[in-house]
């Protein structure tokens, strides 16, 4: 398959998958909406293993709504943010939609947190919705 490439918008990290996302959510965790300007991150979700970075981001942790440990990696020069990673899941890795290369064919799979969405929010009810987190997407074995 073609690679999926993307990177910060200053383009001094990039960032290359050889794999597809497992899935793709839009979450709406209070947090989210701070590294989103107010709207929900549109999170891919990758094989941490798939996923080949260059360039120096900088790792801001802190504990989700949903009790995990997060890492939110951002690049230090234009602030933009790209990806995180709970502590538990080091096999997976989120990439921050709006930074692929290609965003145009991103397909949501699920709406989570939206007991958190503010209250403008249009939530598409063709598309399956968690009030609070969603289930680990399907892979890897052990924990
Ligand atoms: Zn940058
Ligand atoms: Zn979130």
């Not at 290359?16 to 947090?31: D, G, I, Q």
């Not at 020069?77 to 096999?91: D, I, K, Q, Y």
């Not at 503010?118 to 009030?131: A, C, M, R, S, T």
């Amino acid at each position: 398959m073609e690679k999926i490439t993307g990177g910060c918008l200053c383009g001094s990290v990039r960032y290359e998958a050889n794999a597809k996302p497992l899935m793709t959510r839009a979450c709406w965790c209070r947090v989210c909406q701070y590294f989103a300007s107010g709207n929900a991150a549109v999170n891919a979700v990758f094989p941490a293993e798939a996923v080949t970075i260059s360039g120096d981001v900088k790792d801001f942790e802190s504990i989700a709504d949903s009790g995990n440990l997060m890492h939110r990696k951002f690049c230090p020069t234009c602030g933009v943010h790209l990806f995180s990673m709970a502590e538990v899941r080091p096999h997976i890795l989120i990439v921050r939609a709006g930074t692929l290369d290609n965003q145009k064919d991103v397909k949501i799979d699920a709406l989570i947190w939206t007991s958190s969405a503010p209250n403008w929010v249009y939530l598409d009810p063709n598309i399956p919705q968690f009030e609070k987190q969603a289930p680990p997407p399907p892979l890897a074995p052990t924990n």
